[in-house]
Antibody, heavy 117, light 112 residues
């Protein structure tokens, strides 16, 4: 069974940093692209970034370019999102999702990031 | 960026009756590899999104056959042949043909 478990969310002040993690199990992790998607409270879904199997290719939505960095550790079956210079508008539940040939086929339960003073 | 527009944004339906959601993209979703990366996702209250349909019309594993997808180019439809109580939630279309991936605004399905 595919499982994705996010962690690392919490309350952070504007301008601060946070690192999210997602641990994958139940599939051969190093053969899949992975994505991060976020959802602001009461709002819709916004794709944030994705990364290829060996971490050499990365794509980002414009609103996070230069502030967020996606990475992975295949030895630990883990996906990361380093978030710097956080803003109030980054407040959201962050989901990791398996990205199988441009299809987000499995999703984690999400971790909440709140940016507030 | 490709803009995805869903209609309606809210859909009150009677149990056992059909329902339909439309999704229109601001440009063709046909990828250079010939595929059309249009998916439909369901988000039940308090739950993460769940994949229902991928590449326009392919039902994902475990998805009941009352869900079906159709369309081409820029116009797509999700249909439910008979709505059940467990179908309540928000439905999103999503394109993954071009970066950044983008989602529709969501359609809230509720029971009358």
């Amino acid at each position: 069974e595919v499982q994705l478990v996010e962690s690392g969310g919490g309350l952070v002040q504007p301008g601060g940093s946070l690192r999210l993690s997602c641990v994958a199990s139940g599939f051969t992790y190093n053969t899949y692209w992975m994505s991060w998607v976020r959802q602001a409270p009461g709002k819709g879904l916004e794709w944030v970034a994705n990364i290829d199997q060996d971490g050499s290719k990365k794509n980002y939505v414009d609103s996070v370019k230069g502030r967020f960095t996606i990475s992975r550790d295949n030895a630990k079956n883990s996906l990361y999102l380093q978030m710097n210079s956080l803003r109030a508008e980054d407040t959201a539940v962050y989901y990791c999702a398996r990205d199988y040939w441009n299809v987000l086929d499995h999703w984690g339960q999400g971790t909440l990031v709140t940016v507030s003073s | 960026d490709i803009v995805m527009t869903q209609t309606p944004l809210s859909s009150p339906v009677t149990l056992g009756q059909p329902a339909s959601i439309s999704c229109r993209s601001s440009q063709s979703l046909v990828h250079s590899d010939g595929n059309t990366y249009l998916s439909w996702l369901q988000q039940r209250p308090g739950q993460p999104p769940r994949l229902l349909i991928y590449k326009i019309s392919n039902r994902f594993s475990g998805v009941p056959d009352r869900f079906s997808g159709s369309g081409a180019g820029t116009d797509f439809t999700l249909k439910m042949s008979r709505v059940e109580a467990e179908d309540v939630g928000v439905y999103y279309c999503m394109q993954a043909t071009q970066f950044p991936y983008t989602f529709g605004q969501g359609t809230k399905l509720e029971i009358k």
